[in-house]
């Protein structure tokens, strides 16, 4: 079992920043994965980036250039660093970590982007 616990969400202005963390635990060998999502209210819950064991990274169009996500493998931990932000980042934002063919959630962290 892997357990993931995020934080960092918070209430910010339009422009602002924000760095969320997702801590692992738990039997963690064998990650090869680990996902942003984010689901806002009344919509499906949507990829925003993931990093690769490897340190490959991806990200969807909307966030390119404002967002970076991170992995620290020596303490367990993934970071999207999130900058520019817009009212449509409003969501939750899920840690998402894949091992083997397992997915693995954590509870979600509220981002709201508002005036």
């Known amino acids: 079992q892997v357990q993931l616990v995020e934080s960092g969400g918070g209430l910010v202005q339009p422009g602002g920043s924000l760095t969320l963390s997702c801590a692992a635990s738990g039997s963690i060998s064998g990650i090869s994965r680990m996902t942003w999502y984010r689901q806002a209210p009344g919509k499906q819950r949507d990829l925003v980036a993931h990093?690769?064991?490897?340190?490959?990274?991806y990200y969807v169009d909307s966030v390119k250039g404002r967002f970076t996500i991170s992995r620290d493998n020596a303490k367990n931990t993934m970071s999207l660093q999130m900058n520019s932000l817009k009212p449509e980042d409003t969501a939750v934002y899920y840690c998402n970590a894949r091992k083997y063919s397992t997915d693995y959630w954590g509870q979600g962290t509220q981002v709201t982007v508002s005036s």
């Open positions: 990093i690769m064991a490897g340190g490959n990274t």
